[in-house]
Every structure is written in C-alpha cells, then in structure tokens.
C-alpha cells in the first residue's frame, strides 16, 4: 500500500470518527468556548455569544461526513488510476 493510500483511509476513518462521535466533541468544544466567552465578557469585551447546542453538534456532524465524502472520493480515484 502506498503512503497516499494510507493517508486517504486515516482520513476517511477520521471523518467517520468525527461523524461518529460528533456529540462529545461538539459538547466539550462547546464547553470551552462558553468558558473563554466568560472570560471575555468578565473583562469588558463582548463577542458575539457561542452557538446553541444543537447548531455545534450539527456542525461538527456535517464536518465528519463531509471529511468522509471527500476522502472516498479520493480514495475512489486513486483506485480507479492505478
């Protein structure tokens, strides 16, 4: 198997774990930023405020399966060149 290959699996496999997993990464991502946004906010700067839970988990879905498309493709067209 070549390195380009092998790339283009971890990445597919990425993807699929991002999609997989989407809830807990959204959920602690979403944790830190209301975190910073305390932290901005308490002292005198004031950013938009961070995106409701749904929202990020549906991001973060989107990314994972989008990543994975992406890669397939890829990796279907590397197949089909050889």
């Known amino acids: 198997m070549s390195v380009e290959m092998v790339q283009m699996v971890a990445g ?3 993807g ?3 999609a997989l997993f989407h809830r807990r990464i959204a959920d602690y991502m ?3 930023e209301r975190a910073l946004d305390y932290l901005f906010r308490a002292r005198g700067v004031r950013l938009p ?3 409701s839970e749904s929202t990020t988990r549906n991001i973060y ?3 994972g399966i ?3 498309l992406l890669q397939a493709g890829r990796l279907l067209l590397l197949l089909r060149g050889m």
């Open 61 to 63: 879905f989107v990314l």
């Open 16 to 18: 699929l774990a991002i």
């Open 30 to 32: 979403l944790q830190q």
């Open 12 to 14: 597919l496999l990425l």
């Open 66 to 68: 989008v990543i994975a």
């Open 49 to 51: 405020p961070p995106p």
